[in-house]
Structure formats: C-alpha cells, structure tokens
C-alpha cells in the first residue's frame, strides 16, 4: 500500500493532504492509497478523508490530541510494517519535515525530501526536487522495500472525491512515553482564508513603504476581494508581518488560482514558492522589477494611486 499520514486542522482535511493523494496516484506505485489520520474527535476528518482515498485507517487516541512528532512517527511506522507499506508520503509542513525522517530512520527506509513529482523507473521511486534556491530542477531516486517521502506543499493538484468512498478501519497503536511534554499552546487566529488553502493571494514586499501602507493596501485589497494575505521576506525580516504570512523558499509554497503582488520585487527565492500559481498580476513602480518577467498582467506605476482604486471597485 501507499501510505499518506494526513494533515488536518480545525476539523477538517487540509489541502496538502488532497495534493498528497494526487502525488500517490501519480507516483506509479502498487496498492491502495491508503490514508493514516491520527488525533482525537477525528470522526469528521475521517469521512472527509474516505471521500479520496482507497482506504483510511483512524486512531482516534487522548494521547494525539496533540501534535508530538515522536508518537506521529512512531505511528506512521508502526502502520506502514503492518501493512507492508511501500511508500510512505508525509506533507513538506513544519511538523511533516519534523517528523518524516523519524519515519525513515525507524523502518531503515531511504527518504526523499521535498518532491515536486513522484514517478516510479522499474523498482525505484523516482523524484523531481528544486535546489540552488530553486533555480535547479534536481532529479533523484530511492529503492528498497519502503520508501518515505515528504512532498513540497502547492506542488500537485488537490484530488477530487472519488466515485466510492473509500473503507473506514480503527487501528490500534503501541506508542512510546513522550520524552516532551506541551504544557501550552498558542493558536493565532485570523477571519481570512489560510494562506495555504486560498485561491487568491494579495502578498506585499518591501515596496509597500511601511506596516501602515501595508495594512492599508495589502490586507484592504485582500479583505475586500475575501483573498488571503501573503509577505515577502523582507517584509517579514523587518517585523512588518508574521512569519506565518511569508511566501517563498524559506517560507510557505502556494500555487492560488490568482497571486496578486504589490510592491514585490520578484527575488528567485520568492518566486520559488509562488512561481505556480496560475495568473500571476504584479504592480510595482520599477519597471525592471524582476516580477514582470514571470508576471500573466503587469501595471507599472505607484501602488498609492493604483491600490486604493482597485480597492474602491471591489468594494462596489
């Protein structure tokens, strides 16, 4: 089988988990796909998961009320030797690079990190990865009984329901005593669409001008056309926004039907992690500004005139 540990929030599948399924499909491997969702009051998650999926298998446990990356591998593990898994696909999330070569080491398994394609070349799983700050498309692969794979987010198309939901199974897990215990947590909530899951993208760079231009222009534009908000690194740098909104190579991939950039210069290190989305629409007064040069519309002028216009019309 092809093993997916699910990612969810909220109570409901996340899209990375959709682009795994799709990433497992097209990776050429035998078996059913077959989707490990882990946490507690999981029930909702679980059909939504059985919507793609050829299987789902559910631990419905207090001990994965909370993330802790020593039990989620130890599970992940734990179901891919009992099920004869032979690839394992974790998300490229902060937790999914945490834990995924935990995975790896327990079942003395290769892993392949951050994929942007999965296709199989007789026994070997065969990856397609970006490096040098994503100027270089790096092709590798891995052979042996199992494989485990982490796959960048906003890299594959999210999969669509299936005809026939897929089987529910309870599993049950032999977890080890967590060396760290969570004493606290600290959730930042926000009314927008997350950024990872929104189709359209309002992202503003160092050419917004200051936290109260960015506020104006960036997060007005985003709310008035119910868009999510994105930063550049620079932004972020200089403590303008959270590193939660930072899109790029150091940040968050996201590939939205629309990624609107204002005052964004195009750095390759940006582009690496929005460089799919479909239409890209950039305005910035330096004509020369890297951007335009992967840019669908382009306006050169001053984002001051321009944005509260623009803003204006959504409104109406």
Not at 83 to 103: H, K, L, M, Q, Y
């Amino acid at each position: 089988m092809i093993l997916i540990v699910a990612e969810h929030s909220g109570g409901s599948l996340a899209k990375s988990t959709l682009e795994m399924v799709t990433a497992a499909r097209a990776s050429g491997r035998e078996g059913p796909v077959t989707l490990l969702v882990l946490g507690q009051g999981i029930g909702a998650v679980a059909k939504e998961a059985a919507a793609v999926a050829d299987q789902v298998l559910v631990a419905d446990l207090p001990a994965l009320a909370t993330y802790n990356a020593e039990l989620w591998a130890a599970a992940a593990a734990q179901i891919a030797q009992e099920g004869e898994a032979n690839t394992v696909i974790i998300g490229g999330s902060r937790s999914g690079r945490e834990f995924a070569p935990r995975v790896a080491v327990k079942l003395g398994a290769p892993y392949l990190e951050d994929a942007i394609s999965l296709s199989s070349e007789g026994a070997a799983l065969r990856a397609q990865r970006y490096t040098y700050l994503a100027r270089v498309t790096e092709t590798v692969e891995a052979e042996g009984p199992v494989v485990v794979v982490s796959v960048k987010p906003g890299s594959f198309q999210a999969a669509a329901p299936a005809a026939q939901a897929g089987e529910e199974y309870d599993v049950e897990l032999e977890l080890p005593a967590p060396r760290v215990e969570i004493t606290g947590r600290s959730v930042e909530k926000s009314s927008r669409v997350a950024l990872t899951e929104a189709d359209v993208i309002v992202t503003g760079g160092r050419g917004v001008g200051s936290p109260e231009n960015f506020a104006a222009y960036v997060e007005g534009f985003a709310d008035a056309i119910g868009a999510g908000v994105g930063a550049t690194r620079a932004v972020v740098d200089a403590g303008w926004r959270p590193y939660a909104e930072q899109v790029g190579q150091t940040g968050k991939t996201v590939q939205p039907g629309a990624y609107i950039a204002l005052g964004v210069s195009g750095a390759v290190q940006h582009l690496s992690g929005m460089g799919k989305s479909k239409n890209i629409i950039a305005i910035n007064k330096d004509a020369e500004a890297p951007i335009f040069k992967v840019a669908d519309y382009g306006i050169v002028g001053d984002l001051n005139q321009i944005v509260p216009a623009l803003i204006e019309a959504a409104k109406k």
